[in-house]
Every structure is written in structure tokens, then in C-alpha cells.
RNA sequence: GGCGCGUUCGUCUAGCGGUUAGGACACGGCCCUCUCAAGGCUGAAACACGGGUUCGAUUCCCGUACGCGCUACCA
């Protein structure tokens, strides 16, 4: 069993790609079969080296990986072009001197008269003397495959038994006038010497299929088993693009998503495990993957359950692996801070953040007294005596011994023994000392962040917050 | 226009002739609680429409509507 990916280097490995690399990586990997690239990269134009980097390093963040060398299609046109040859010789395909403008002309013509147009086969039955003529008289000419007469059948994983009239399909080209092959020769030729066995690609190849399938016929290849995987949309049931926000995979990498959650969210559009399990590890999903269970429906990528999913993910990574992945985001400006100090935050973070940045967006306080505390929180919290009971506990902070444990014992006691509820005294002090009335478990902060820097941002407070009239 | 494909909560989905139509995200409430998260419980929320077939249709068949794709000397 061998499957395949073939991205044309034209833009970046954008989410729809991914996905449908991840269902051939999904398959091959469940099943032990192997799992082949090719670039197809035929239009010179529009393709480029850097995309084809960009596209591999997408798939290896992912965690896709390949069994051989990546095919580069530019690099076969010699055997596209003999195949259609081959074809011309046995009768398949026939060359066809109408020029494009007047095609076109044609097309347009039957276009406004709500027509369809497709070539009528004018140069089907030229003969050799004509043929001779036109090269003599130096016409550009393509090669055209001779559609034949019927229906074709063919079995889709995905759809069942689909079935297109040959009278819909027209004459289409196989070799361009300058000689190079297009498309369809390229995939039917590339797929067959490769040795593809199950062609799983998106939807919009549904209808090219027919024509692959006749030409499997013609060059006397063996059909492989197509399943053509439903589409991904924006928000607005249109096809994914740009205006829809965030459609490439490297956006999100930059994000700070991490690749676990993306390949299980992108695994989990237009699949499922049929049991309710959503989170999923890449071994999980390789066990439960089954390409049978693919749906038909194209369905919407919704980045808020992206979203939730990293925050999933997160919280699965153990803390040493989730910190190495922080501190690819961390910001210049904590160049400096060490990383042993990073560290002694990941416990206290992990389950605060969505994305990768969140670490250091939610947490600034642990790294910079605070210039200003929350209007909000000090009018809610910030009472006409807070001063003094902050004032009163400040002596006894700097005898503590400074572990979570030691300094919930004191606040709770202190607050006891002034006959107030402990959190008259926790949420001024947190405001305090973060200038933020969100942060995690005070007396874990407070510990993390040390004494010194406590009693220094506590005296900065009391000294800088006004005293509230009474 | 033609051809093809599709249609279960707003979104991702389970379902494969008989179910109180299940789960998840987002949203609301409650619990937990030093806040924020996380977690637990809970609420609201769906079978596009019309015909068949059948004792019985979300499920099978046919239409209609809507959406998407293809209709290139792009891939």
C-alpha cells in the first residue's frame, strides 16, 4: 500500500494541504503501508524553491513524515512526454492545430448564450497530408486525448460508485504547444511509476478523476483506489482562504499553537473516531484512523476549538518539554531572564494558557514590578484599612520562611487573629504585587517570586496606592 | 448554463429503520475556590423542504431548495 502527498509549490503548506497530508500520512502509517511526496512543481511561474522548503518544514513541524526522497515532477517531463507519445502512436491522442485565441473566442461566445463549450474534435480527423501541411506551414499544435465514447466508472473510498458521461468531458490537452505536459498526464504518469495504490486528495479533483481514469485505460495502467476528501471552509461556507484569517500552517506555528494540537484538529475535520474521544495523540490517532470512517461533508475550521485544543495539548506536555517550547516565543526583552527561572513558572502557567505566547502575555507580573494596579480590582478590594493590615504584616513577611506553604500558614493566621476573612488580605495583596487582580495561587506566586521582590513591590504599593476614603 | 458532490445544534461531530437524537467547542447557570484558569455538574441549541417505500423514517428512494466543486495549453 502506498499512498501520496503532491503539493504544487505555488504558496505555503496552507491548512487544507495539511489536513489532506495528514488523512494520507494517517492511512499509510495505520495500515503499514508507505508514504511518498512529490512536488508538483510543472508551473514554472507561479512555483519556487523557498515554497517547497516552506511546504516541507510545515510537514515535518506537524510531524509528517516521508519514506523516500520527495519526487520533484519538473525533473520527469521527459517521461510525461514520452507516455504521451505512446499514446499519440497507439491512437489515444491525436495533435490539433486550433489556436487558443479562437478556442477561446469560442468558449466565450457559448458562455453568453448560457452554453457549456467544449471542443468539438475538429482536428480529430485531419489527415496526414493536413498534419504535414500544418507543421510545414509552422502551426502550433497541442495533443489532445481522444475521449472515448460511454461512461466512466470508477470507486471512490469516500464516495462509493461514481459515475460521468464521456459526452461531458471534452478532448482535453496533453502535451501544451511548447511541448510541456500538463496536469493530468503528470499525476496519471507519476502516480502509476511510483507505484500509488490509493490516490486520497480534496474534492476539487472529483471531477478531473474521469479524465485520470481514462487515461489509466489508455496507457494500460492499473486503476489505484481514489478517495477524494471533503473540503475545508471559512466561516462563511466558502472555500478557506485568506480573508478567513490564519489559513497557513507556518501562521499558526508563529502563533504559538503547538503541531500536537494542530494535527489533531485538522485530523478530527471530516473524520472521527466513532466514540467520543476528541484529544487525541498522534499514536492515538494512527491506532484509531480509518479511512472508511471519512465523511463527504465539507466542514468549517473553527479556530476557537483550535484553541481549546492547544490548551488541551498544553496541558498533556510534561513541564520540561512545555518550557522548551515556551521559550521559542519568549520576547527580546527577556533575553536576560534565566531560564531556570522560566522553569519555576511552568507549573504555575500551565494551566492558564491557550497559546504558546500566553505564558508571557498573562504573566508579565513575574518579571516587572507593576507601574499601576487595576482601578477596578483596588475600588472592589482596596478598603479604607488595608494599608494598615499590609502595614502590620509587612514585619512578619520578612521573618517567614518564603515556601507557599509557610506563607499560607502566616496570611491565614494573620488574618485569623485580626478577625477577618483571609481574603480581605489575599486579594489586596495579590493587587500588590502583580497590580492585577488575575494571577495564579498567591502563595505559590509569592513564593516564585521571592521575598526580595515581594516586600519591595508590597512597600512600593502602600507607598503609591492612595489611602481610599472611609 | 452543464456535470458532479454535499445537507444532524452557530461550529466540529455520533447515529448506520424503532434513541428522551449522544458528545465536544462557543454561550448561560451552579459547584469548587484566594482571583484567573483548570476541573465537575447543568441549561439553551439540530435531523433543509416535499413526496414516496415501510407497521415505523434522521436513517432507504425520488424530486425541490440551498451550498460547494469542476467546466484552461493552472495544479
Redesign the pocket.
Known amino acids: 500500500m502506498t499512498v501520496r502527498f503532491?503539493?504544487?509549490p505555488?504558496g505555503y503548506l496552507h491548512v487544507g494541504g495539511a489536513r489532506t497530508a495528514i488523512f494520507n500520512w494517517l492511512f499509510a502509517r495505520s495500515v503499514g503501508g508507505r508514504f511518498l511526496l512529490r512536488i508538483?512543481?510543472?508551473?514554472r511561474q507561479?512555483s519556487s524553491e523557498a515554497m517547497t522548503r516552506e511546504i516541507l518544514d510545515g510537514l515535518r513541524w506537524l510531524g509528517i513524515d516521508w519514506d523516500e526522497e520527495a519526487v520533484l515532477?519538473s525533473t520527469r517531463a521527459a517521461r510525461h512526454g514520452a507516455e504521451c507519445l505512446r499514446m499519440l502512436d497507439e491512437g489515444h491522442a491525436y495533435w490539433c492545430y486550433?489556436?487558443?485565441e479562437e478556442?477561446?473566442a469560442r468558449?466565450d461566445a457559448a458562455?453568453a448564450t448560457?452554453?457549456?463549450?467544449?471542443?468539438d474534435g475538429t482536428c480529430r480527423q485531419l489527415t496526414d497530408e493536413q498534419r504535414a501541411e500544418n507543421d510545414a506551414a509552422g502551426m502550433?499544435?497541442?495533443l489532445r486525448f481522444r475521449v472515448p465514447q460511454g461512461r466512466t466508472v470508477f470507486n471512490d473510498i469516500v464516495?462509493?460508485e461514481?459515475?460521468?458521461?464521456n459526452e461531458?468531458i471534452?478532448d482535453?490537452?496533453l502535451l501544451?504547444?511548447?511541448g510541456?505536459p500538463?496536469?493530468?498526464v503528470?499525476?496519471v504518469v507519476d502516480d502509476h511509476d511510483m507505484g500509488i495504490t490509493h490516490v486520497l486528495r480534496g474534492?476539487?479533483?472529483?471531477?478531473?478523476t474521469p479524465k485520470q481514469v481514462m487515461l489509466y485505460h489508455a496507457l494500460g495502467y492499473e486503476i489505484p483506489q481514489f478517495g477524494?476528501l471533503?473540503?475545508i471552509?471559512g466561516?462563511?461556507?466558502?472555500?478557506l482562504s485568506k480573508r478567513h484569517g490564519a489559513t497557513s500552517v507556518g501562521e499558526f506555528q508563529q502563533k504559538g499553537f503547538l503541531p500536537e494540537a494542530m494535527f489533531n484538529f485538522l485530523a478530527?475535520?471530516?473524520?472521527?473516531p466513532?466514540?467520543?474521544r476528541?484529544v487525541l495523540t498522534r499514536e492515538e490517532l494512527v491506532e484509531a484512523f480509518d479511512i472508511r470512517?471519512v465523511?463527504?461533508?465539507?466542514?468549517?475550521?473553527?479556530e476557537?476549538?483550535l484553541?481549546?485544543?492547544n490548551?488541551?495539548h498544553i496541558?498533556l506536555l510534561d513541564d520540561a518539554d512545555l518550557l522548551r517550547r515556551i521559550l521559542r516565543h519568549r520576547p527580546e526583552d527577556l533575553k536576560n531572564v534565566p531560564d531556570e527561572e522560566l522553569a519555576r513558572l511552568v507549573p504555575l502557567m500551565k494551566?492558564?494558557?491557550?497559546l504558546l505566547p500566553d505564558f508571557f502575555a498573562n504573566g508579565m507580573y513575574f518579571f516587572t514590578d507593576p507601574e499601576h494596579w487595576d482601578e477596578e480590582g483596588l475600588r472592589k478590594r482596596w478598603k479604607a484599612g488595608t494599608h494598615e493590615t499590609l502595614a502590620a504584616l509587612l514585619p512578619q513577611l520578612e521573618e517567614s520562611p518564603f515556601t507557599a506553604e509557610a506563607l499560607?500558614t502566616l496570611i491565614r493566621g494573620f488574618a485569623e487573629e485580626r478577625g477577618m476573612g483571609?481574603?480581605k488580605l489575599?486579594?489586596p495583596l495579590?493587587l500588590a504585587l502583580t497590580g492585577?487582580?488575575?494571577?495564579?495561587?498567591?502563595?505559590?506566586m509569592m513564593e516564585v517570586l521571592g521575598r526580595d521582590t515581594c516586600l519591595r513591590r508590597l512597600r512600593s504599593a502602600l507607598a503609591r496606592i492612595p489611602e481610599p476614603e472611609a
Not at 448560457?114 to 471542443?119: I, P, S
Not at 492585577?436 to 505559590?444: H, K, M, N, Q, Y
Request: a negative charge; aromatic letters at 8%; proline letters at 3%.
Open positions: 503532491a503539493p504544487s505555488t508538483e512543481d510543472t508551473d507561479r515532477q486550433c489556436s487558443s478556442l477561446e468558449r458562455e448560457g452554453g457549456a463549450f467544449l471542443y502550433a499544435k497541442v464516495h462509493d461514481t459515475t460521468f458521461s461531458e471534452d482535453f490537452v501544451r504547444s511548447d510541456t500538463t496536469y493530468m503528470a499525476v474534492d476539487d479533483h472529483l471531477s478531473n477524494h471533503p473540503l471552509l466561516g462563511d461556507k466558502k472555500r478530527l475535520l471530516g473524520w472521527s466513532g466514540d467520543d476528541e470512517r465523511l463527504k461533508k465539507s466542514s468549517v475550521f473553527d476557537e476549538k484553541l481549546w485544543m490548551g488541551q496541558r494551566e492558564r494558557m491557550a499560607e483571609a481574603g489575599i486579594h495579590r492585577s487582580t488575575a494571577s495564579p495561587s498567591l502563595f505559590d
